[in-house]
């Protein structure tokens, strides 16, 4: 994945405020107990706790280390994960509604004997959670999850009042959650990993699995990885295995904008209920600490204008805070699930040494550690009291059949209508840093004006599966409504499921 950049992106704090020492590229075929496909805290974790075992693990990502959605994220590691528990009740029942909270505790447990056995300084802090609501409807569900809580013997509760002082009708606490700097955390795993031996290659691109006794994951340059298991931790998955992962998952993004606030962080760690998102925490609690507002999520290519959205948190942080200056301002995209619970497990049940995690939900932190913990249990002979509920093979009790009607009209819409959509015939006024959708010879072509006045055309057809990209004004990337692939300007893959750019079209200089 490549670095997002635009003339406002002043990058993740996390990844402006860490030195990561680089790794080399793979260059030749090699041979591996576990071959882990994906450098954030999925791989990274299980890659830690499989080598501990003594197991040989190679590990590669198609960029850097940390610079997909790990680097991007808000690091909450909480099991509240919005308003959740009444809703899993509901579809799963009591047993498996309390499974899941479970494992994202036990995930923040992992996360702390981590730091102390590697004794890691990575900002870790106990806080409370809240969820909090303006809207009368979401103050009846807040009554209702307060009563999931109970069932589920989570502490917490509706609270009164919460620290941060911000209007708000209804407020649901959990307590005993946690946040810390991931990217912190996630460096001295990286060490941990090499000092018990790890391979790690860097810019090296995965693009199939080749199914045999052994799996072998082939990369872009036609090395091979041979290997006993393969770890897909790629986000999207990267190879699909006839799981049918596109019409399982769709994609949202999000918005994040660090700021430096007139009023002194209170503690806590907060979101609210209703749509637009709007969640707020603090990299500490210090006078001068950084405020990190997240939200305005959508679909992947489905927003508005891009940098409407990093106003309107700022909008937000103003009025209820005060900013004093905007220091960072990044975006992210995470994949959900049909029923909102991630897969982790045996990619398809026929290929049982081919494992994926991905949907995460936005809920990398406890997510990405619990599925590292479900794999590596799978991988070393070990019982996992949640492999069966997180298993991708669930699909055939999914209560949410209405739901993968949607999202597959969703992507077929998208199919049709970014097909036939308006094109502007004339791009002589383009701006620079600019794009327009146009035709030419009658083929649906991007083009973009950048800061030397060289205009760049892409065949605006996405190589995934078909659909039409939009532009991104934010980001300046080419994005896919249907399953979240994103390409560069110039049409490079920055984000899969794609794994081959966009078609250039002869440049205009
Ligand atoms: Fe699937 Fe574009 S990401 S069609």
């Known amino acids: 994945m490549k670095e997002e950049q635009s003339p406002e992106n002043k990058h993740s704090y996390w990844l402006d405020t860490i030195n990561l020492e680089p790794f080399e590229k793979l260059k030749q075929s090699t041979e591996t107990d576990v071959g882990i496909v994906g450098g954030g805290i999925t791989g990274l974790t299980a890659a830690y706790m ?53 494992a994202a505790m036990e995930a923040k447990d992992i996360i ?8 890691i300084d990575c900002d870790f802090k106990q806080e409370d959670a809240y969820i909090y609501t303006n ?33 708000h009708k209804a407020a649901l606490v959990m307590h005993n959650q946690a946040q810390f700097h991931p990217l912190k955390y996630l460096a001295a795993l990286i060490k941990a990993c090499v000092d018990a031996g790890v391979a790690i ?4 691109t995965a693009t199939d699995v080749e199914y045999n006794k052994h799996p072998a994951i082939i990369t872009k340059d036609g090395s091979r990885i041979r290997c006993r298991y393969v770890i897909i931790a790629s986000h999207f998955p990267f190879y699909d295995g006839q799981g049918f992962y596109p ?49 305005e999520n959508h679909k992947t290519g489905q927003g508005e204008t891009m940098n409407n959205h990093y106003d309107a948190l700022e909008q937000f942080a103003d ?64 019982s996992n009291d949640y492999a069966t509920f997180f298993t991708p093979a669930r699909r055939q009790a999914d209560p949410f059949a209405r739901k993968f009607v949607s999202v597959n009209a969703d992507v077929a819409k998208h199919l049709v209508k970014g097909k036939l959509d308006n094109t502007k ?17 009658g083929r649906r072509t991007g083009v973009f004006k950048d800061a030397n006045n060289q205009i760049h055309m892409v065949d605006t057809t996405c190589t995934h599966l078909g659909c039409e990209v939009a532009w991104n ?33 002869d440049r205009i200089d």
């Open 135 to 167: 809207d009368n409807k979401y103050v009846e569900k807040m009554k209702t999850e307060a009563k999931a809580y109970e069932k589920l013997g989570i502490p917490g509760s509706l609270a009164d009042n919460m620290p941060l002082d911000i209007p």
């Open 473 to 505: 004004d934010a980001e300046q990337s080419w994005d896919c409504p249907c399953h979240g692939s994103r390409f560069s300007y110039t049409g490079e893959v920055i984000e899969g499921p794609a794994k081959r750019p966009l078609k250039k079209i």
């Open 425 to 441: 015939d004339d791009f002589s006024e383009l701006h620079v840093n600019e794009a327009v959708v146009t035709r030419i010879d």
């Open 112 to 119: 702390e004997n981590h730091i102390s056995e590697l004794n």
């Open 201 to 204: 290659y860097e810019n090296t």
């Open 319 to 382: 009025k209820n805070f005060g900013i004093s200056e905007v220091l960072y301002r990044w975006s992210t995209q995470d994949l959900t699930t049909l029923d909102k619970v991630p897969y982790i497990g045996q990619i398809t049940k026929s290929q049982h040494n081919v494992f994926v995690a991905t949907g995460y939900r936005k809920w990398g932190m406890t997510n990405g550690t619990i599925a590292a913990k479900i794999i590596s249990d799978a991988i070393l002979d070990r």
């Open 50 to 102: 499989l080598a501990k075992q003594n197991k040989k693990v190679t590990l590669i990502d198609a960029d850097n280390l940390l610079h997909g959605t790990t680097g991007y994220t808000t690091a909450k590691i909480t099991a509240q994960h919005g308003l959740i528990y009444d809703e899993l009740i509901q579809h799963f029942g009591e047993d498996n509604a309390s499974l899941y909270y479970k």
């Open 247 to 295: 019409t399982r998952l769709y994609a949202e993004r999000a918005y994040v904008v660090g700021i430096k606030a007139k009023k002194k962080f209170p503690g806590g760690m907060y979101i609210n209920a209703e749509t637009p998102t709007r969640s707020v925490r603090s990299t500490g609690e210090q006078s001068d600490d950084l405020w990190l507002i997240v939200g």
